[in-house]
């Protein structure tokens, strides 16, 4: 019996059109990831990754609140982000986010959010040696216990709603510890284990609960205090070192931030609810393991 499909080649079969495209303000072909209309609040979101999870998001047609704690920055990227996404809202909220005030802030700006981007600067690098009772409480407090309260705040209005999406943007030092970042490698930990556990129990009403795990990115953090003091060591400058660290990538360069805000983007869909309690690593393949 002849293959249906070469005989309707054989009588002029014509590949059915396919539906158009969207398109978005960079011209670029996207895919409609369901969330038009949703609300987000993005922390840190004036530089960096969470500016770009930000954009990501608006051009997707969720409105964001944007949190910071330098005023003019997070002013800037706001105004760019109603340039480029006209049909959202964008809401500023200038506060630290990490404490309890610029997390009421945060929340009354955006009281039900469908989607939430935990995202907030680590702790500087050292020997633990150095590091006080402070020292680790400050970093937890920062890098795990606010995510827990912004999470805590906000995933049984989700669940009621029957839809949420939240990412954790961790590091990629949670699967691979950098010796002199233990004061991040612990609170990110400690982050990813509690929210492996939630993440289980909030599935089943459509909030899903992941993290992001960024490797080395095109950002001002890239440029900080890690990279000086490894190129002081070396005598060298931080560009230069910055260069050997691209070429030694097994994608011979660092991430671009929009790759990342697309990945978040994603994880945030309509159609992402089977993916929760995962921790999705994005590093070039720099990262050796299969696991």
Avoid at 204 to 226: A, E, K, S, Y
């Amino acid at each position: 019996m002849r293959d249906p499909l070469i005989k309707a080649a054989e009588v002029g079969y014509k590949e059915p059109d396919l539906p158009a495209k969207n398109t978005r303000h960079n011209g670029s072909e996207t895919v409609d990831l369901g969330i038009k209309g949703r609300r987000a609040i993005v922390c840190a979101s004036s530089k960096g990754l969470g500016r770009a999870c930000a954009i990501a998001l608006a051009n997707e047609g969720v409105h964001v609140t944007l949190t910071a704690r330098g005023a003019e920055a997070l002013k800037k990227t706001a105004d760019e982000i109603r340039k480029l996404s006209p049909g959202v809202t964008v809401t500023e909220v200038v506060g630290d986010i990490t404490t309890p005030e610029g997390r009421a802030a945060a929340l009354k700006a955006c009281p039900d959010p469908d989607i939430l981007v935990n995202n907030a600067g680590g702790p500087p690098p050292g020997d633990f040696r150095n590091w006080t009772r402070d020292d680790w409480i400050k970093a937890i407090d920062a890098n795990m216990l606010t995510p827990i309260e912004l999470i805590k705040a906000t995933v049984d209005g989700m669940m009621a709603r029957k839809f949420g999406r939240i990412v954790n943007i961790t590091s990629a030092a949670v699967k691979a510890p950098i010796e002199v970042l233990g004061l991040s490698n612990g609170a990110r930990a400690g982050l990813t284990g509690f929210c492996a556990g939630v993440a289980r129990k909030t599935v089943i009403n459509n909030v899903t609960i992941n993290g992001l795990l960024p490797g080395p990115f095109d950002t001002d953090r890239l440029r900080g205090p890690v990279a000086k003091i490894d190129a002081e060591k070396r005598g060298i400058t931080v560009d230069q070192l910055l260069a050997e660290r691209a070429k030694l990538n097994p994608a011979g360069r660092f991430g671009d931030p929009e790759e990342f805000g697309q990945a978040c983007a994603f994880l945030c869909g309509a159609k992402a609810g089977f993916i929760t309690g995962q921790n999705i690593l994005l590093d070039g393949g720099a990262f050796p393991g299969t696991l």
